[in-house]
């Protein structure tokens, strides 16, 4: 829904609770997955609501072996930083994460829409379904 997104608390709540990944795009070509109003390139007050794929490449990545209490039944996981597709660099988690088996920096990941705090992705990409 164009315009939901123009607080922070709404921006949030796309990713948590309408499970939708929102970014903010600029006419200067610049987007970023991180909330605000105002265009850190041009800065111009003129970012607006653009649905984001959810897909993207890990950029950095920490594997979490003692999690909190939210993250009991997925350690070890992975902390990521991820590039999106259309710009912008979000951080996320991904569960499962043995040791030696990944994932890696440059690994392509998708977004899951999930209960789950925080932004959850997996690795691959929603295209390697066919869907
Ligand atoms: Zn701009």
Redesign the pocket.
Same mark, same amino acid.
């Given at each position: 829904m164009p315009g939901e997104s123009t607080t922070i608390d709404g921006f949030r709540k796309g990713y948590e609770e309408e499970h939708r990944l929102i970014g903010r795009r600029?006419? /200067? &070509?610049?987007v970023t997955a991180t909330w605000g109003l105002v /265009?850190?390139? /041009? &800065?111009?007050r003129?970012?607006a609501e653009v649905e984001l794929s959810g897909r993207g490449r890990i950029a950095a990545i920490t594997v979490q072996t003692v999690p909190g209490d939210e993250f009991v039944n997925d350690a070890p996981y992975a902390y990521v930083l991820v590039d999106l597709a259309e710009g912008g660099r979000i951080s996320g988690w991904i569960a499962g994460t043995a040791p030696g088996e990944g994932p890696a920096i440059g690994d392509l990941v998708q977004f899951v829409p999930s209960y789950r705090p925080g932004v959850q992705f997996r690795r691959g990409d929603d295209r390697d379904a066919g869907r």
């Open positions: 600029s006419a /200067c &070509g610049f /265009c850190p390139r /041009c &800065g111009k003129d970012l």
